[in-house]
């Protein structure tokens, strides 16, 4: 045994108990937890590969194909957050040389463009500034002439705000042998979106948003499609953990008899969303939708009673869950931020990527996505909007 003179002692912090404050979560996620989810990750946890865990993850893929509404069989939660599952279809889909096109309206476009490019794509993008979106003919004239073999687009543009029209989208991208990856993280359960009846190929969401679970776990779907694709590649995805033939077996969705151990999957954090995947199919997807709608009109109503102007000025493309607020004119974003955090507990946030400067915004998802709540929150930037004083730039 080492003699103890020789141990470095542990940092005081660590002696003390954890604290973490209750906070209203009204940005663009996380949200606050349910007790029931928080109950569920709660629980004793059993063994990644015991038998009654691979039922709950086969609970967990029955949950995400109503949630995403398919029925493919490759259907499965990532063990990781939303990135892991951006990296997860990008790693797959895309061989190093080929050609990805990228929709660029906000920072997770930026993200898919960089994640491609590091694993040796050549990127094309589309652009636009925060708060615009791509038309069809637009997205088909950039198809015909980049020939990807992977377009993205995000549903829920959460950094600006916006809601993207997909109709139409995934014929377009077949007719050029193109798949469509599209982002729910931010508009899952808050915005209507059909995997199948509007052929996207790989669709991903997030546990944290209308979903309400806590942050970590990440779920995604492939068509027959893109399975095609990621099981007749040539070379090895670069990641392997993030690998599908792995992961398939994991989940049980490759038909073979056994399933072999690949990393340890978080365990409580399946329990929460086998959960949040509960609630979302006891509720109904139609009136999860329409509930956002409501509450982010009532919300919008006030913000404009109030004198502030939305972001998105096309009602329609609005997104439920995240609604952004043009920074008031003469006042200090960031000073909003901090009095309304300070004073009623509330987060809300400014811009993110691209956006920073431009907006703020407020998140009311799922359990958070209630008349109280954004009540108390317009009352809350009407407090801060009397307090801090107008800056002097
Ligand atoms: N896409 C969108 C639209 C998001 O809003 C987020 C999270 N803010 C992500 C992807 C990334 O998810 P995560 O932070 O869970 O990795």
Known sequence: MMPRSVLSRCAPCMLRPLEAPFRYLFGPGPSNVPPRILAAGGRPIIGHMHSEMFGIMNDIKKGIQYAFQTSNNM???MSGSGHTAMECAVFNIVEPGESVLVAINGIW??????????????????FKTPGGHFTNAEIEQALAKHKPVLFFLAHGESSSGLVHPVDGVGDICHKYNCLLLVDSVASLGAAPLLMDQQNIDILYTGSQKALNAPPGTAPISFSERACHKMFNRKTKPVSYLLDMTHLSNYWGNDGKPERKYHHTGPV???FALRESLAILAEMGLENSWSHHTEVAEYLWKGLEDLGLKLFIKDKDLRLPSVTTIAIPEGYDWKELLAYIMKHHQIEFTGGLGPSVGMVLRIGLMGYNCNKANAAMALAALEDALKQCRKSKA
């Open 109 to 126: 476009g930026e993200r898919v463009a960089e994640i491609a490019e590091r694993m040796g794509a050549k990127v094309h993008t589309l």
């Open 75 to 77: 259907t499965l939660a």
């Open 268 to 270: 409580s954090g399946f």
